[in-house]
Nanobody, 125 residues
Framework: QVQLVESGGGLVQAGGSLRLSCAAS????????MAWFRQAPGKERDVVAA????????YYEDFVKGRFTISRDNVKNTVYLQMNSLEPEDTALYYC??????????????????WGQGTQVTVSA
């Protein structure tokens, strides 16, 4: 079992920044591919960014490229999502997810086994 706890969400004005954190416990963190998903009211849960177990490979959904950065610290068992130039369309519940590492970084919800409870990000216009 892997337990994931997100933090860092909040209310921010458009153009502002937030950094989300996801602390993992349970099994060796370095064996897991990690991802951030988000879900707005009435919409599906979509991938935002993902990172391989060693951090060398990353994936970003088009709508966040150049604005968000995913990173991880395998000593602190934590994955981060730095969000800059936030827009009202980024408002959503953000989830951290984990799965055992694989050759390809998966981007679908069904590929991830462990999930956090989510942290709310609200961007005002």
């Amino acid at each position: 079992q892997v337990q994931l706890v997100e933090s860092g969400g909040g209310l921010v004005q458009a153009g502002g920044s937030l950094r989300l954190s996801c602390a993992a416990s349970g099994r060796p963190f370095e064996r897991y591919t990690m991802a951030w998903f988000r879900q707005a009211p009435g919409k599906e849960r979509d991938v935002v960014a993902a990172i391989s177990w060693h951090g060398a490979n990353t994936y970003y959904e088009d709508f966040v490229k150049g604005r968000f950065t995913i990173s991880r610290d395998n000593v602190k068992n934590t994955v981060y999502l730095q969000m800059n130039s936030l827009e009202p369309e980024d408002t959503a519940l953000y989830y951290c997810a984990a799965r055992l590492h694989s050759a390809v970084i998966p981007i679908y919800t069904r590929a991830y086994v462990y999930w956090g409870q989510g942290t709310q990000v609200t961007v005002s216009a």
